[in-house]
């Protein structure tokens, strides 16, 4: 029996519970700064667009408001994710890297759209205040997801 469970030990190897620790630790790190990263994206785009956005997504249930902030938090997650993907090795400069990278990514994103906004017919940030679904909110959703990529591919 001993020499059963011995050679089982010895197949399986050693765990080194200190380094789990120290991987859930930095996991849990990196999702703090990642969701740092999209709680500022969404107060930029509440900032951009009229009226109290979550109230406008969550109570009144408008659908051109959630299309364009739905867009926008996947945008941000595709350059958060790239930034922390590509952020050095090392801990704390990781951190620092995906943070600074994802926060350029949310001004990155706030000029997108308003320069879309300056550019293109009609005023798009008040599509948000219409209560009908519209077209023009997928167009600036899809928009506000290909400039999110683009920012992404920036960053490797």
Known sequence: ?????????????????????GG????????????LVLSGGFLVLDVLTPGNLRHQVYVDKNP??????????????????????????????????????G????????????GMNLVLPGRLVELVGETKMCGAAWAVGTTLVAIGLVNAAALS
């Open 1 to 21: 029996m001993n020499t059963t469970v011995l050679a089982a030990a010895t197949e399986l190897g050693r765990v080194d519970i200190g380094e789990v620790a």
């Open 24 to 35: 859930v630790l930095g996991t849990l790190a990196y999702f703090v700064v990642g969701l």
């Open 64 to 101: 051109n408001a959630a299309i364009i902030l739905g867009a926008n938090h996947l945008a941000l997650a595709i350059v958060v994710v790239t930034a922390i993907w590509t952020s050095s090795d090392g801990f704390a400069q990781g951190l620092v890297d995906s943070a600074v990278y």
């Open 103 to 114: 926060l350029v990514g949310v001004i990155l994103q706030a000029i997108a759209l308003a």
